[in-house]
């Protein structure tokens, strides 16, 4: 079975889309932050990873969101690990740091978007 996790601070769409995972027989954790996901990380490897982008601080409008900066970081130390965004945040999307990507999505199409990519990535692993 494949193991998923999400991390996004926002517990209502993180509960949905786990929920739509979970009835497609996916193992799925869920992080709510950087710190928690790499203590995860250290005890499982996910096949896959669906991150929020998480806006950033109000106040710190230069500082780059957390969810960028783990994403960066996600990368460079699991390059094996497909990720997935899933963010209520386009304007990101096209910064070629965000390139490391596999997808796009938008929370406010719901998580049917995220079950095909999911679907799609996982059975590209296999081949």
């Known amino acids: 079975m494949a193991r998923i996790l999400v991390i996004d601070k926002e517990e209502g769409p993180a509960r949905a889309l786990v929920s739509a995972l979970k009835k497609q027989g996916y193992d799925v954790d869920i992080t709510h932050d950087s710190a928690s996901t790499f203590s995860y990380l250290r005890t499982q490897t996910p096949h896959l990873i669906v991150l929020d982008l998480m806006a950033a ?13 783990l994403l960066a970081q996600l990368y ?11 963010s209520r945040s386009r304007k ?13 999505l938008s929370k406010k199409d719901g998580p049917a978007p995220v079950i095909e990519v999911v ?6 692993r296999k081949s």
């Open 57 to 69: 601080i109000k106040g710190k409008p230069a500082e780059l969101p957390e969810g960028v900066r």
């Open 76 to 86: 460079l130390d699991f390059p094996e690990i497909p990720l997935v965004v899933y």
């Open 92 to 104: 990101y999307k096209n910064q070629f740091w965000s390139w490391s990507a596999a997808a796009h």
């Open 119 to 124: 679907g799609r990535l996982l059975s590209a």
